[in-house]
Every structure is written in C-alpha cells, then in structure tokens.
C-alpha cells in the first residue's frame, strides 16, 4: 500500500505562483512513473504534468508556466506552477500506480 501526501495549494492572484508536493509513504517515485492531474468543476479529470522514465512532461496547456522535479531523498514528487491563470483554478491530484494523494485545491482568482 502506498500512501499519497499532498500539501501546497491555495489561493493565489492571477500571475502569481504555487508549489504542490506530492510525498510518498515509500520510494516508489524513483521507480515508477508519476502523474500531476487536475479536476476543475464541471470537467473531467486531466493530465498535467509528470515524471516519465526519461525524465518529466507537461501538457500543452501548462507548458512554459508548469514544472515537476523530483526529490528522491524526500520521496517527494513537486509541481511548480508559475504564471498562473483563472482557468488552472481546480483540485489538483498526484497518482502513481494506481494510488492517489488526496487533492488540493488551487484556485486563481483576483
């Protein structure tokens, strides 16, 4: 069983920036992908961002402005969100084989 910590998050002006941590109970984010996903009211759950065997990704709709590292000492995947919009305004999740943090919400709004 692999638990999923969230922290980060909140209300924040347009432009501004957030940082999102994603902890895991184990090490399992050196050795299995991870995924940044996003549900904003009304819409389906989306991919955001996330770690891949050769390094991170992010979707064309946050690329420029989102970024994921990894820290490995901390079990601890991050999303950097720089720049952010109204539209990014959602409950953001970490996923990794199967099991999920649970949410925060990010919210953009002047």
């Known amino acids: 069983q692999v638990q999923l910590v969230q922290s980060g998050g909140g209300l924040v002006q347009p432009g501004g920036s957030l940082r999102l941590s994603c902890a895991a109970s184990g090490s399992i984010f050196r050795f299995y992908p991870m995924g940044w996903y996003r549900q904003a009211p009304g819409k389906q759950r989306e991919p955001v961002a996330g770690t891949t065997n050769d390094g991170t990704t992010v979707s064309d709709s946050v690329k420029g402005r989102f970024t994921v590292s990894l820290d490995n000492a901390k079990n601890t995947v991050y999303l950097q969100m720089n720049n952010l919009k109204p539209e990014d305004t959602a409950i953001y999740y970490c996923?990794?084989?199967?099991?999920w943090g649970q949410g925060t919400q990010v919210t953009v709004s002047s």
């Open positions: 996923s990794v084989r199967g099991f």
